[in-house]
């Protein structure tokens, strides 16, 4: 929308591009999106035109002038003014692409992405009734059915598919049949606290250092935030010994 165009005019005061941006981007996103467009929205300029009319009518009856009015706008005022302070203490941050890259090299430990696997299971409660499944899949009967028919998870509705999980993820007795053995295998009935799982493996993906590239703009903020966290803290240090502070709790 063009700052300068004159959408409309209220009480000779203009409406224009600048206002209906500014109502734009502080619409909900997802309304915001109804509304986003090249050509101008009709509703949009309405609503300008009708908040312009109150606006004229609150200054006829001198609503500007009310103490509790002026009380609202002071703090208002407040308020934005530390923010804006903020803003212009942070905008001195920067993060250089060496710091991005020392920080990558030193902390590669904390750069990996875990171990995962992909599994099915048929839980049951009874040893038994877990062998006599685990045999009727090994003769070639269909995991997925024998999971619909008999476990008593609620994975059972998608034939016991229990999607991707990493280590640290499952119980240890689960989880450690489905990393030491081999994608395709359907195990014996391993037991847990939540009774006896027959468990088929999907799929396995071996864990592996993330490549700077992959990491770079998360590092860039990590540091971004710390920084801007020291300088924070060093100004309310630097303005605590400035200005008298007392505290009454």
């Known amino acids: 929308m063009d700052r300068d165009k004159i959408l409309a005019t209220v009480n000779g005061k203009e409406i224009t ?10 619409l909900n996103p997802q309304i915001k999106q109804y509304f986003a467009g090249e050509d101008m929205n009709k509703e ?14 609150a200054i006829a009856k001198g609503m500007d002038k009310d103490e509790e009015f002026l009380q609202v706008v002071e703090k208002t ?6 923010n804006y302070a903020l803003g212009k203490l942070f905008a ?33 409660s009874e040893e038994d009734k877990a062998r006599e499944i685990y045999e009727k899949v090994k003769d070639g009967e269909d995991f997925e059915t024998l999971a619909k028919k008999n476990s008593t998870c609620p994975s059972k509705e998608k034939g016991g598919d229990l999607g ?8 240890k007795e689960f989880e450690d049949a489905v ?4 994608v395709g295998t359907v195990t014996e009935p391993v037991k847990t606290q939540f009774g006896y799982h027959i468990i088929k ?9 993330l490549e700077f590239d992959e990491v770079k703009d998360k590092i860039f ?29």
């Open 17 to 26: 591009g600048v206002d209906y941006n500014l109502f734009l981007d502080s």
């Open 44 to 57: 949009i300029i309405n609503e300008l035109i009708y908040q312009a009319l109150l606006y004229e009518d």
């Open 77 to 82: 005022k407040e308020s934005m003014l530390k």
């Open 92 to 124: 001195t941050v920067d993060v250089t692409e060496d710091e991005v890259k020392k920080f990558y090299e030193e902390n590669k430990e904390a750069f990996k992405e875990k171990e995962s696997a992909n599994a099915s299971h048929i839980l049951v």
């Open 164 to 171: 991707t999980f990493t280590r640290g993820q499952m119980v």
């Open 179 to 182: 990393f030491e053995n081999e």
């Open 201 to 209: 493996i999907n799929e396995k993906n071996e864990g592996r250092d």
């Open 221 to 249: 903020s990590q540091l971004k935030r710390q920084k801007e966290q020291d300088l924070y803290n060093k100004k309310i240090e630097e303005l605590k010994e400035k200005y008298d502070v007392k505290m009454n709790v």
